[in-house]
Nanobody
Framework: QVQLVESGGGLVQAGGSLRLSCSASGSISSINVMAWYRQAPGKQRELVASISSGGGTNYADSVKGRFTISRDNAKNTVYLQMNSLKFEDTAVYFC?????????????WGQGTQVTVSS
């Protein structure tokens, strides 16, 4: 099992910044991908950014140039630096981890952290 604990959410004015952290514990070996998803009220959960074990990153078009995902393997932590926040970034942000064991992908989710951007 892998446990994911997010922190860093809160209330911020439009144009401001926040940094989310996700600390992983448990069976963290073989975690191939870590990512941040978000879900706004009445909307589907969507991928915000992901980072592979090799450091490759991927971003949703809506956050490119504003958000940066990074990973500290020594601390088993992934971060999401969010700059130039917009009202539409308001959502619950979830940390996600993917372990790929032989023939078996395993998905893990954190409990979520609320990000509210006031206009």
């Amino acid at each position: 099992q892998v446990q994911l604990v997010e922190s860093g959410g809160g209330l911020v004015q439009a144009g401001g910044s926040l940094r989310l952290s996700c600390s992983a514990s448990g069976s963290i070996s073989s975690i191939n991908v870590m990512a941040w998803y978000r879900q706004a009220p009445g909307k589907q959960r969507e991928l915000v950014a992901s980072i592979s074990s090799g450091g490759g990153t991927n971003y949703a078009d809506s956050v490119k140039g504003r958000f940066t995902i990074s990973r500290d393997n020594a601390k088993n932590t992934v971060y999401l630096q969010m700059n130039s926040l917009k009202f539409e970034d308001t959502a619950v942000y979830f940390c996600y981890a993917l372990r790929i064991l032989p023939g078996t992908p395993l998905n893990y989710w954190g409990q979520g952290t609320q990000v509210t951007v006031s206009s």
